[in-house]
């Protein structure tokens, strides 16, 4: 297992916990998303991409063997990653459905009236991207934001595995694109 944790969560920035959702649906430029993960699933890997309030994390993991062709799938498809429009629409109207439903559960309403009564106004519950700005958000924009926040930036790297620690920074260099790794 392979995690690139980073310093920013959805609390610093709201689009990164929409990019984690949509991360699902991209694929690198020549594969379908299906093909993408059937890809995966062939090397026994799984790719997830989280955000909590303060951290956002990429996670790779599988066996050992199928790290370096881990890192290159993720490698291709932060730097040529694509979904194509309907895709972005349904992943839009989906979010935006499940905030309309939010709205009328009684738990979340009371989960909202609790975070109100504790924080305020500005609340981990009000810190959402705008109805407007998702609505106008396109897949590169989203792909991007994932591309600097993980290749980009001093990240928190996380192996846990049989590999010494020499020959598994070798096979990570090529994804970040920074000179943090000794």
Do not use: H, W
Not at 37 to 65: H, I, P, Q, W
Not at 155 to 178: C, E, H, K, M, N
């Amino acid at each position: 297992t392979l995690e690139i944790v980073i310093d920013s969560g959805k609390l610093a920035n709201p689009k990164l916990a929409v990019m984690a959702q949509f991360m699902e649906f991209v694929a690198p430029s020549g594969m379908s998303a299906v093909e993408f993960r059937r890809e995966l699933y062939k090397r026994t890997l799984t790719l997830d991409f989280s955000c909590a309030n303060y951290t956002s994390t990429l996670r790779v993991s599988g066996l050992n063997k199928y790290l370096p062709d881990a890192v290159d799938f993720v490698t291709k498809l932060l730097n040529t990653g694509y979904a194509d429009t309907p895709t972005v629409d349904k992943f839009r109207d989906n979010i935006l459905k499940q905030r309309a439903d939010a709205k009328q559960t009684p738990a979340a309403i009371f989960s909202a009236l609790l975070n109100y009564g504790i924080y305020g106004p500005e609340n981990p519950m009000t810190l959402l991207m705008p109805e407007n700005e998702l609505r106008t958000i396109s897949a590169a924009q989203l792909i991007e934001c994932a591309r600097k926040q993980f290749m980009q930036t001093r990240p928190i790297i996380f192996y846990y595995g049989p590999a010494p620690l020499v020959s598994v920074t070798d096979i990570i260099r090529p994804l970040l694109q920074t000179d943090y790794l000794p």
